[in-house]
């Protein structure tokens, strides 16, 4: 196991650096610059060549690239020709926990409703219950983040007043936001908790559970529930992906200052290093995530070994 | 057939007309009533979206800045956006938007998708695993990040417009709408699910005796691969992508919402709820017709996904 995880951290270096290798020529394969300034804003051409000289933007590419790369060696990211003064490290380092408390919270929201609901829906399979929360699961899944936020906030905040519509910081705060991200992926885990768990039901040594005698709950927590998660921990992977796209809308829509913002930002403004330090640090995550996954795998389905 | 037991004397054979996979899924379908009504309203969707011109009361992008942010009324049945645009006539147009994106970026994706996984099963071995590990490269990376350069770099593209084939394509682009660049983004990006189930299925569908005939008799391998590996291939292979039709369209609104989607004026529901989103506090009627619009399109490509799907297999139905 040890070896696999080491094998799995080599594997994902290369992996990475064709990323930014991707990324980084994509970027500058872009028309326009990051100082290209138009209006009232505009600057001399003198002084935007010496911006560009500045911050070695009119080498060859390869070299920037080189530079770039020589850099990230020594863990430095870059200034942010956006944000002046403000280097990359210190924008991430102030953003990063912010849009990490917001994933892990609507996971763990995610979680803790889905798996519940999807495990009371096949234990009372074509109930009243199942149809309910089958279909209360349906509309999570279709109703978008675009739509539940601005409709949770003028609910709750607009009307009703409970909450707060917006930022981050004090629990009462992070409610909406969690929510708004968590019940797609709650309705999501439900349908397939509840499909797996279904099928686990069926299998001979559940019977042979019921023949012994087993009381059902131990049934249900002890056999089924244990091999019934295993679908749930293979989605995990790309559930957390949709985390991580899901918090750009949320944190616009709730103005909270995370790292999505940056994501979408810095591509538009042409902040050529900024981009290159937030794609990093998703493509980590999910590199980390991932990983996490696989090994959370391996430990529920002793099958399972990767050699 | 039905056979109806009997005395050997007296054993009836009932031949009943062969029915098809696809009649029996039909049927099937038709029984599920939530599928029916989606199928209904999908229908119902896509003429409005055809004949939006004679539905909607007015254009799409005409509006006096006097009516801004009109109540609904007599003059605007749903009331009427920041510029004075009618949210009636924007909704019925927007679901032009949602629905090509639906469209194009399914066969976009289908097409490159299934081609992908036909050569990867067929071929197998050496150009199988090379293939495939290729997909597994590309799933492994965040494909947000590329849709969001690509949408930046066709905008830009757009801007500074350029002549030869890029003008012609940035020509097509700015006729639609802002909506070309987004299919090709869309479309393109999302094609890896459908290669690895198009592949394992032709993997196993290479296994069985209609092949190795095919084989025998001397068939082409390019006519294996089309008249007899895809037809197998293609039911299964529909349904799937159906059931990723409802995320073209949010992954389309959320572009919008975000400003990297269509171009304005051109109304896409994800546009209207970002308009409607920044008047929330003052004027909330602009954001309900379409994110309901949004709401329950996405919710009857999921009804008719999952119809479809339960339909063609008979192991998901749980009984």
């Known amino acids: 196991m040890f070896q696999y995880i080491i094998r799995r951290i080599i594997w994902s270096i290369p992996v990475l650096l064709a990323l930014t290798v991707a990324v980084f020529f994509l970027m500058h394969a872009i028309p326009g610059g990051p100082f290209d300034f138009t209006g009232d804003k505009s600057i001399p051409n003198s002084v935007r060549e010496n911006l560009l000289a ?50 892990v919270l609507s996971l763990a929201l995610a979680l ?44 709750f905040a607009l009307k009703l007043g409970w909450l707060p519509a917006a930022l981050w910081g004090s629990p009462d705060r992070m409610i909406l936001p969690t929510i708004t991200l968590g019940t797609a992926l709650s309705a999501g885990i439900a349908r397939l908790t509840r499909a797996s768990l279904l099928q686990v039901i069926r299998e001979d040594y559940i019977r042979t559970a019921h023949a012994k005698g087993l009381r059902e709950r131990m049934v249900v927590v002890r056999h089924a529930l244990r091999n019934s998660l295993i679908p749930v921990v293979t989605i995990l992977g790309p559930l957390f992906a949709a985390i991580l796209t899901g918090t750009f809308v949320v944190e616009q829509i709730f103005g909270i200052p995370g ?45 399972i070994r990767y050699d | 057939m039905a056979i109806v037991e009997g005395t050997p004397q007296q054993s009836l054979v009932v031949v009943r007309k062969p029915r098809s996979l696809f009649s029996e899924a039909f049927r099937q379908l038709l029984r599920n009533k939530l599928a029916v009504i989606s199928g209904i309203f999908i229908i119902l969707l896509i003429l409005t979206a055809i004949f939006a011109d004679y539905i909607a009361p007015s254009g799409f992008a005409e509006g006096r800045l006097v009516d801004n942010y009109a109540q609904p009324g007599v003059e605007f ?127 196993s569908a290479r296994q069985k005796e209609f092949i190795e005939a095919a ?31 409802p995320g073209y369209i949010l992954l389309e609104a959320f572009l919008s919402f975000i400003g990297l989607g269509v171009d304005s004026p051109t109304p896409s529901w994800g546009i209207m709820i970002q308009e409607g989103y920044q008047a929330l506090r003052s004027s909330p009627h602009i954001i309900f017709a379409p994110a309901a619009a949004l709401t329950v399109t996405v919710l009857a490509f999921n009804f008719l996904g999952d119809g479809l799907r339960d339909a063609l297999d008979p192991r998901q139905r749980g009984n």
């Open chain 1, 54 to 103: 500045k911050y070695h933007l009119d080498e060859p590419l390869w070299q920037q690239y080189g530079r770039f790369l020589w850099d990230l060696v020594q863990g430095d990211l870059g200034p942010s020709f956006r944000y002046k003064g403000r280097t990359v490290n210190d924008i991430i380092k102030d953003t990063l926990p912010i849009s990490a408390q917001l994933g």
């Open chain 1, 112 to 155: 803790i409703i889905g798996i519940p609901a999807g495990v009371l829906s096949a234990l009372k399979q074509n109930s009243w219950i199942d149809y309910g929360s089958t279909f209360v699961a349906v509309l999570g899944l279709s109703i978008p983040n675009v739509v539940l936020g601005p409709l949770l906030i003028w609910i």
């Open chain 2, 215 to 245: 084989h025998a008799i001397g068939s082409s391998r390019f006519r294996i691969i089309f008249r007899h590996l895809l037809p197998n291939v293609l039911g299964p292979c529909l349904v799937q992508e159906t059931l990723q039709i």
């Open chain 2, 77 to 203: 049945p749903l009331g009427a956006d920041f510029m004075g645009r009618d949210v009636l006539s924007r909704t019925i147009y927007g679901a032009r938007v949602s629905l090509s994106v639906a469209i194009v970026a399914a066969t976009v994706s289908l097409i490159v998708g299934l081609v992908y996984g036909l050569i990867a099963g067929f071929f197998g071995g050496r150009v199988d695993d090379i293939m495939m590990r290729i997909v597994d490269f590309l799933y492994g990376l965040p494909i947000l990040i590329f849709v969001i350069l690509l949408q930046v770099y066709f905008k830009a593209l757009d801007r500074s417009g350029g002549t030869g084939f890029v003008g012609l394509i940035v020509g097509i682009n700015d006729r639609l709408g802002g909506l070309f660049f987004l299919f090709v983004a869309i479309g393109l990006l999302n094609w890896l699910t459908m290669a690895r189930i198009t592949r394992g299925l032709v993997l």
């Open chain 1, 259 to 303: 790292l999505g913002k940056h994501f979408v930002n810095s591509v538009g403004n042409r902040d050529y290093p900024l981009v290159m330090g937030v794609t990093l640090t998703y493509a980590l995550a999910l590199v980390i995530a991932n990983l996490l996954v696989d090994i959370i795998y391996a430990w529920l389905d002793p099958r």
